[in-house]
T-cell receptor, first 111, second 118 residues
C-alpha cells in the first residue's frame, strides 16, 4: 500500500521555466511533508518542508503547496536551472519521526 | 550545520560474512537516527529507528537479528548486516534530526553506503 505517490516518474523542463513536481498521499493523519533532492549514489538533500497547518511555504526558488482536501502537494521550482536536474522525492510524516517516501520524479532541466 | 556522514561509501563482501556501516552526526547530537535502504529505481524504505542508549525499533518485515543496530553515543549509530546474502545488496542510507533549526521534523541524510554481496 503506497501511502505517498509520485505518479510522474520523469519531467523535462526548459531552463528558466517553471518545474512543477506533484505528490499525492492517502493518509490524512500526516502532520508534515518534505521535499528532497537526490543524485545517484548520494543521500537525499533536504529542500523544503511544510506543516499540515499551512498551505504554502516558500524558500527562494522553491515553493511547496499543500492541498489537504485533495491530499496533494506540489513543489514549484522557478526559474529552473540545469543544476536542478536530479530525482526529487516527497516524504510525509506523522507524529514523531517516521517518514514515508514517494517513488521519486526525475527532473531534467535542459538549456 | 546538520551534516551526517557514513562510512564506508562502498563495500563489497562475500556471502555469509558480516558488514558494519557507520553513521555519524558531525556537528550536532542525535538521540535518534534512522536507517533506510533503497533498491535501484525505487523509493527509500525505512528499516529501523535507532535510539541512543536503547534498543532500535524495526519496521515490519525487517529482521532485527540480521540487521543489528547499535546507537552507542549521541553522534554514532552502526548498522551491521550479518551473514550477508546477495539479496542484501542495496544502498543503505542513514539520517538524523538536528535538534536546532528548521521546523524540527526535517531529517538530514548521510551520503549512503553501497553494499554489494557476492
Amino acid at each position: 500500500d503506497q501511502q505517498v505517490k509520485q505518479n510522474s516518474p520523469s519531467l523535462s523542463v526548459q531552463e528558466g521555466r517553471i518545474s512543477i513536481l506533484n505528490c499525492d498521499y492517502t493518509n490524512s493523519m500526516f502532520d508534515y511533508f518534505l521535499w528532497y533532492k537526490k543524485y545517484p549514489a548520494e543521500g537525499p538533500t533536504f529542500l523544503i518542508s511544510i506543516s499540515s497547518i499551512k498551505d504554502k511555504n516558500e524558500d527562494g526558488r522553491f515553493t511547496v503547496f499543500l492541498n489537504k482536501s485533495a491530499k496533494h502537494l506540489s513543489l514549484h521550482i522557478v526559474p529552473s536551472q540545469p543544476g536542478d536536474s536530479a530525482v526529487y522525492f516527497c516524504a510525509a510524516g506523522e507524529g514523531a519521526d517516521k517518514l514515508i517516501f514517494g517513488t521519486g520524479t526525475r527532473l531534467q532541466v535542459f538549456p | 550545520g546538520a551534516v551526517v556522514s557514513q562510512h564506508p561509501s562502498r563495500v563489497i563482501c562475500k556471502s555469509g560474512t558480516s558488514v558494519k556501516i557507520e553513521c555519524r552526526s558531525l556537528d550536532f547530537q542525535a538521540t535518534t537516527m534512522f536507517w533506510y535502504r533503497q533498491f535501484p529505481k525505487q523509493s527509500l524504505m525505512l528499516m529501523a529507528t535507532s535510539n541512543e542508549g536503547s534498543k532500535a525499533t524495526y519496521e515490519q518485515g525487517v529482521e532485527k537479528d540480521k540487521f543489528l543496530i547499535n546507537h552507542a553515543s549521541l553522534t554514532l549509530s552502526t548498522l551491521t548486516v550479518t551473514s550477508a546474502h546477495p539479496e542484501d545488496s542495496s544502498f543503505y542510507i542513514c539520517s538524523a534530526k538536528s535538534p536546532s533549526g528548521g521546523a524540527g521534523y526535517e531529517q538530514y541524510f548521510g551520503p549512503g553506503t553501497r553494499l554489494t554481496v557476492t
